[in-house]
């Protein structure tokens, strides 16, 4: 089998974890890398070592040895990227969100339609084992008809006025920060384990922190505290957000987001309450799902793949007590991903976990109505 090239645009922190998930897929070759300029590709592929450096993403783009695109950019530029990739021939694997607004991610999706290339979104949550048993436990009738959905989304990383990254900037960010950065991650998750989609939202957004100081160089995400030095600015997004929302089945919930709660790294929690039994599901221990019951004592099922429902033992790679985490999220979808270039297809198939560019349309369209919504102080539906 001829390994499929992959060059990867932007070598920052997300970069760098596609190209360590698609080495261990092994028969993807990562071929290129671009960055904002020839010297940063350079030392991106020097320190990944991946065997070519581009000068900008339009040179990536021509290049015909290149067969997927990972756009792992700052968002702002996600929308220009995507479409010149697909314009190009090329497949794409985008991060989220997939553009800043969904005026944007409408015109992605309409492009990817008539390309047939592949168009996928890195909602990498989706690729977890018990993720996908909760997900099966729900399709397969075993919690009851949904009736709540909540849970929450937290990190401490921007917790300090001196913490600074690109995402706190509107004009590479977005208008939203941490519902579209975090938030969209919960919300696609919770959608696909449930197989309904949020119709309506009632949002309050908060910026604890209104002035932060900007560095004059950029910072890294997760690098930590900056030694204060630099511009004071004034922050127009949000560090926080309380979501109550509606499904199209008649499901009710609520979810919270912070980027400012010391103690919370990357703490995505759901918990799915069904007519006769609940889920929950931690990232921080994600081997594990809580099945909670009312007349029997509750359960704590660990990832094993001779216990896991059939569907979802392709997920699992180890035996039950050797731990499957984030970075084996990411290749599970990945391997999905490329597995439908192989197969011809632009979008999951019917036994895929991973999302379309179609599910990064719907992720923009809740986030526009989530800052409509707390702009009126109202419900609102999503368009
Ligand atoms: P980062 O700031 O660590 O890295 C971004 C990289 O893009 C930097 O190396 C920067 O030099 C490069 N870059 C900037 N302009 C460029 C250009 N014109 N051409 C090529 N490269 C350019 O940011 P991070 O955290 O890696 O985020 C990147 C994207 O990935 C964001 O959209 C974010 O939402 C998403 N992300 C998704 C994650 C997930 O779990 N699915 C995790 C982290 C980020
Ligand atoms: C920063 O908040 C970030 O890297 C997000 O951009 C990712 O999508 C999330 O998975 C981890 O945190």
Not at 22 to 47: F, M, P, T
Not at 101 to 112: F, G, K, R, Y
Not at 122 to 136: E, T, W
Not at 208 to 215: D, F
């Amino acid at each position: 089998m001829h390994k499929l090239r992959a060059g990867i645009i932007g070598g920052g922190f997300i970069g760098a974890q596609h190209v360590e998930a698609l080495r261990r897929l092994g028969d993807v070759e990562v071929a290129g890398i671009a960055g904002s300029s020839l010297a940063r590709a350079q030392a991106n592929a020097e320190s990944l070592h991946i065997p070519r450096a581009y000068a900008s993403y339009a040179e990536l783009l021509a290049d015909p040895a290149i067969d997927v695109v990972h756009t792992c950019t700052p968002n702002v530029l996600h929308y220009a990227i995507n479409r010149a990739a697909l314009e190009a021939g090329k497949h794409v694997v985008s991060e989220k969100p997939l553009a800043m607004n969904a005026t944007e991610t409408a015109s992605l999706v309409d492009v990817a339609q008539w390309s047939g290339l592949l168009a996928a979104v890195n909602f990498n949550h989706r690729g977890y084992p018990m993720v996908q048993q909760a997900r099966a436990m729900v399709a397969g009738g075993q919690i009851g008809a949904v009736r709540l959905v909540h849970g929450a989304y937290l990190q401490d990383w921007l917790l300090y006025q001196n913490d600074w990254n690109w995402r706190l900037d509107p004009a590479e960010g977005g208008s939203s920060r941490a519902v579209a950065d975090i938030g969209s991650h919960w919300a696609d998750l919770v959608q696909h384990v449930i197989g309904q989609r949020i119709m309506r939202v009632c949002a309050d957004l908060q910026t604890v922190l209104p002035r932060r100081v900007r560095p004059a160089a950029p910072v890294q995400t997760f690098s930590g505290a900056q030694d204060g030095q630099g511009e004071e600015v004034a922050i127009t997004t949000e560090d926080y957000a309380a979501i109550m929302f509606a499904t199209e089945g008649g499901a009710h919930g609520v979810f919270r987001v912070s980027q400012v709660s010391a103690g919370h790294k990357n703490d995505l929690v759901f918990e799915v309450n069904g007519a006769h039994t609940s889920v929950r599901w931690d990232a921080d221990c994600p081997d594990e799902l809580w099945v909670g019951h009312r007349n029997q004592p509750n359960q704590r099922l660990t990832k094993d793949p001779s216990l896991v429902a059939p569907g979802v033992r392709a997920y699992t790679h180890l035996p039950g007590g050797h731990h499957e985490a984030w970075p084996d999220a990411l290749k599970n979808v990945f391997a999905e991903m490329y597995a439908a270039v192989r197969g011809g297809r632009g979008g999951p198939g019917p036994g895929d976990a991973f999302a379309s560019f179609a599910d990064g349309h719907r992720s923009a369209l809740l986030v526009d109505a989530v800052l409509e919504s707390s702009r009126l102080g109202a419900w609102v539906d999503l368009s």
